[in-house]
């Protein structure tokens, strides 16, 4: 019988989130963007997150990534609160855990696409030679070997986005957050993308939150959920792309 529960066992949590609030007040008001939220991220899974524009979805992925610590509530990884921890302990978090893929890729102006992916691994203090090696290896597989000297005035937006993608994966974060990253991309880089996030997870495990609009997308990841009044739950409505 022991053999058969541990066959069936749930995968573990990776990250969690715990009764959220979230909000943000402005001259003229107070908007309540997660309320009482509670979220479970699974180790292995290529979770889906799609709601309304303004919903609160990049809100969520910061709060999760330990970018933005939440007025109440908790986020926990691997059971530790992230945002309850000593000094350089988030630091620490974002850099060696979380990768980031922004909805408007944050690429640093005056550096290559080479130079931007290889920044988290220089964050880290990682020999340089290693890092521009995996910097390399990683904007080829999204599709950007022809553009690893650009600027990013010198690329397009889903070029910016593929190369955000390449250094969100470059220190093998446990959990890769990604805002919208097919969101500037045609339906053949959109589907490159798919795949390399689909070998990543295959390959290593890697465990992926997706905020997205497409139902193409949306589609092919392990399991979708909805953001909306503050919680996120199951779908409740039919997409709309
Ligand atoms: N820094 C901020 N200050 C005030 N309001 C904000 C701020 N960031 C986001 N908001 C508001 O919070 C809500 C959720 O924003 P966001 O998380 O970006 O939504 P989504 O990603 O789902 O479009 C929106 O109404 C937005 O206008
Ligand atoms: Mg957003």
Redesign the pocket.
Known sequence: MSDLSSATAEPACLIEAVNVDKS???KREV?R?LDQMSLKILSGEILGIV????????????VLGGLDKPLVGSVLFRGKDVYKQSNGYLDNFRNRHIGFVF?FFNLLPDFTALENAMFPAMIRNQERKLAKERAEYLLCEVGMKDRMHHKPSEMSGGESQRVALARGLMNQPDLLLA??PTGNLDRHASDQLLDLIRKLNQEFKQTFVI?THSQRVAGELDRVME?VGGKVGPIQRDLVI
């Open positions: 943000y007040k402005t908007i963007v709601g309304a524009s303004g919903v609160g979805k990049s809100t969520l992925l910061h909805q805002d919208e905020v953001l």
